[in-house]
């Protein structure tokens, strides 16, 4: 998992300008190949400006990650495809608490991944017409001197109100989301789901750390 994060985050690095900020930069949530793009922008954008406050607190990733990428992240969705069968066994309040308890491990697990991307080029592969679709791929690679491209898809899904939001990547075929989905069961089936949020909850208090000291953000 740790390394298709890495892959998600670095696949973003050079779609941004240094001198665009995050608050010049709208986001088109009626669009989700515009969408993609966009919140890249947007948060590196915002990474950029914020860049000496993240090397006095690296965990001022969290904040920016909170900000900036998940308001565009279907989480809850995600939480719910992750349990699995686990879904139906589970109480309303249980499925609330996996959910928050699942958003904050993402924050803290992305905002870790922010720091260990290299210097790499992204190329979007054309948008396609989505009208009556209700879920899109958006097609991505990344493409790196010496090395075979790498290829991404987002996947992002049309909410009831007509708006998109993101809910997996898929790199080099493997799904960041069946993966958890594979680890998370396995966990429920041995601790039961109360345990398994509660280690999703101690997870997300630890500290963010720059062990790539050459991180350009």
């Given at each position: ?7 998600l ?14 608050e ?14 966009s ?9 950029h ?6 090397q ?13 990428l ?16 686990y ?11 996996f ?68 809910f997996?990547?898929?790199?080099e ?9 594979a ?35």
């Amino acid at each position: 998992m740790k390394q298709l994060l890495q892959v998600l985050f670095s696949s973003m690095v050079l779609l941004i300008g240094g001198a665009v900020s995050a608050e010049e930069i709208s986001v088109n949530t009626r669009d989700p190949y515009a969408m993609v793009e966009s919140v890249a922008n947007k948060t590196f954008a915002r990474f950029h400006q914020d860049i000496a406050t993240i090397q006095a607190n690296p965990d001022h990733l969290k904040v920016i990650v909170s900000d900036e990428l998940m308001p565009y992240i279907d989480y809850k969705y995600a939480s719910y495809k992750v349990m699995g069968p686990y879904l139906r066994q589970s109480t309303p309040e249980q499925r609330e608490r996996f959910a928050e308890a699942f958003k904050t491990y993402l924050i803290a697990t992305y905002a870790q991944a922010f720091t260990e991307y290299t210097d790499q080029q992204v190329e979007f592969a054309p948008a396609k017409g989505f009208d009556g679709e209700k879920m899109v791929d958006v097609n991505v690679q990344i493409i790196e001197q010496g090395r075979p491209p790498i290829k991404l898809i987002f996947r992002v899904r049309r909410l009831k109100d007509d708006t998109w939001k993101a809910f997996d990547l898929v790199a080099e075929g493997v799904s960041l989301l069946s993966s958890k989905s594979a680890e998370i069961t396995n966990l429920i089936r041995q601790n039961g789901i109360d345990a398994v949020i509660k280690e999703l909850e101690t997870h997300t208090d630890n500290h963010i750390s720059l062990v790539n000291k050459g991180t350009k953000l």
